[in-house]
């Protein structure tokens, strides 16, 4: 079993929808929770961070969490174009090593 | 903002070479990684170091070695390249704070 997964998409939303991004994760013991954007060819970038249950909102960017599920979401409201990339879902359980997922490839559609 | 520079951004080497990609961060920062991205694999961490001169092997460090003489450069050494270690390497920092990670812009690296 994978330690973090991800659906690989392409998961395609029209410009202007909610683009949702799922996550889950095997080691109950997770204590800290992030979300990557990765452009083709470029290197990830941090978006999101998130350590308790429940919901932060940054902009149009709304994490999600639920340590007794072991799930995490990204919600992108308003898609735009520029958010089209593979959105990566990492998850620590501490010592500063991180755990990614293999990613979500979301396409908005114009 | 934090700063990680990748020596190359394009690297191409022959089979049997010594490979050196270095990673330099411009803040003071304890933790660093290497990572490999292979389509489908995803992230995996290769080594990462606490502090200078320290070293932790990661999920995957067959074939590589890594060097920290000072805080801020961390080196991935690929003693004798091969064909399987075509991919692309991201240097990483975290802040010893948080771990929330902050990569350079990596380097791919085809070995022919």
């Known amino acids: 079993q994978k330690e973090v997964e991800q659906n690989s998409g392409p998961l395609s939303v029209p410009e202007g929808a909610i683009a949702s991004l799922n996550c889950t994760y095997s080691?109950?013991?997770?204590?800290?929770f992030f979300w990557y954007r990765q452009y083709s060819g470029k290197s990830p970038e941090l978006i999101m961070s998130i350590y308790s249950n429940g919901d932060k909102e940054d902009g149009r960017f709304t994490a999600q969490l639920n340590k007794a599920s072991q799930y995490v979401s990204l919600l992108i409201r308003d898609s735009q174009p520029s958010d089209s990339a593979t959105y990566l879902c990492?998850?620590?359980?501490?010592?500063?090593?991180?755990?990614f997922g293999t990613g979500t490839k979301l396409q908005v559609i114009p | 903002d934090v700063k990680v520079t990748q020596s190359s951004r394009y690297l191409v080497k022959r089979t049997g070479e010594k490979v050196f990609l270095e990673c330099v961060q411009d803040?003071?920062?304890?933790?660093m990684f290497w990572y490999r991205q292979d389509p489908g694999l995803g992230l995996r961490l290769i080594y990462f170091s606490y502090d200078v001169k320290m070293k932790e092997k990661g999920d995957i460090p067959e074939g590589y070695s890594v060097s920290r003489e000072k805080k801020e450069r961390f080196s991935l050494i690929l003693e004798s390249a091969s064909t399987n270690q075509t991919s692309m390497y991201l240097c990483a920092i975290t802040d010893g704070y948080s771990y929330e990670q902050y990569f350079g812009p990596g380097t791919r690296l085809t070995v022919t």
């Open positions: 080691d109950r013991g997770s204590q800290s």
């Open positions: 990492a998850v620590s359980g501490g010592y500063q090593k991180v755990t």
């Open positions: 803040m003071d920062h304890e933790n």
